[in-house]
């Protein structure tokens, strides 16, 4: 099926940056053999997986969609790829994403972009779009993938597959290569709510190699999609986000939220309107931390450690090395996190910017609790549009950023969420995402919403 559809930088969907073909069939072997021997098998094991290109692959290429990793090949797994791999699930390969997970559309990737399955104008959201697309393709079905403002969901909704954020904590983040300690999350990307409950399961729970990881069991996921499943939502009490929708908002996209909401009064819900005021500040707030915390991170590429190495005709110090490096390594995108990030955190301007943008995440935090103390879930559109087409906004970087606007909330709090798919647009037939927030560690709840929905 990849051979069949993913073609290359130029033409088809481009989901992934590399496949490890002899890999993943020695690892079907194996499965096979375990099964043959009558062994004892996890229940997604042989399943195929794709892995975004942020996650560490010992022996395999990972480059985070950045030049600047060209040729790097880490000598670990990320803990969630140790985690698959002893569960028996062969790794496809890497997957296309925006350089370091910034942006939403697959456009900022050194490699070229990633092309929406439904139409290929048209971009599969980002920045895990290469994850997102590869499941929606048929060419994997299940994927990794990173969420720091939304990575996960907003190509979920945009392809027609589901992803999960899970709460803050909730699965380790030791071999990802971070973009915003503070807001990453690594989640699923699969077609149906209880193959994500099932990855979740798997790759959740403590890890001690990841000092935020929280020091608790992950479980009950699978058994509450299985219970969604069910069609009963009887005593769930639902509230929709006033402020994550309206004005704005496709047309399309609202309609299919409204069937979607009124799907749940009929499962038996209790369908309530939440007002969380400091959502509107969320942008504003994200695009500060994140900035300040990616321009420290990506510090560390300085030609000395990983990948690319540029030495200028007539100059090889290391002050000349390094901005020569960094010039050819990072395209527009980071460069111009890395220079906001380093204004906000700069003397007599961190207060103002930096600070400030702190406490405001203290008050969406408190939103969040506010409106778990009325309802048990919050309900939004995931994705204000459906999917656009490729380069309408990659030269507008306040647009592309608009895109963020229902999911960046449940990162600044560290709740989780999920995007279902709802249907199509009316007016351009493309996937409309249905999200589902939770309280911090309730992530069962998504997958019994979830599943009900879907
Ligand atoms: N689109 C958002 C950004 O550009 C989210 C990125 C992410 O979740 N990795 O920052």
Known sequence: R???VDGDATAG?????????????EQARASDERRAAGRPLH?????PIAVKDVLTTQGLPTTCGSRIL???VPPYD???VTKVKAAGLPILGKTNMDEFAMGSSTEHSAYGPTRNPWDQTRIPGGSGGGSAAAVASYEAPLALGTDTGGSI???GAVTGTVGVKPTYGGVSRY?????ANSLDQVGPVTRTVLDSALLHELIGGHDPLDSTSVDQPVGGLVDAARQGATGDLAGLKVGVIKELAGDGWQPGVMARFQETVELLTELGAAVTEISCPTFVHSLATYYLILPAECSSNLAKFDAMRYGLRVVPDGDPSAEAVMKATRDAGFGDEVKRRIMIGTYALSSGYYDAYYGQAQKVRTLIARDFTAAFEQVD????????????PIGEKVDDPLAMYLQDLATIPANLAGVPGISVPAGLAEEDGLPVGFQVLAPALADDRLYRVGAAVE
């Open 78 to 80: 990320a803990t969630v």
């Open 2 to 4: 990849i051979a069949a």
């Open 70 to 72: 060209e040729g790097w």
């Open 153 to 155: 969901r907003q190509p």
């Open 377 to 388: 879930v919050l309900v939004s559109p995931t994705s204000p549009t459906t999917a656009f």
């Open 13 to 25: 969907v481009h989901a992934f940056l590399h496949v490890d073909v002899e890999g993943a069939l």
């Open 175 to 179: 071999g990802l290569v971070a973009l």
């Open 43 to 47: 229940l997604l094991d042989g399943v």
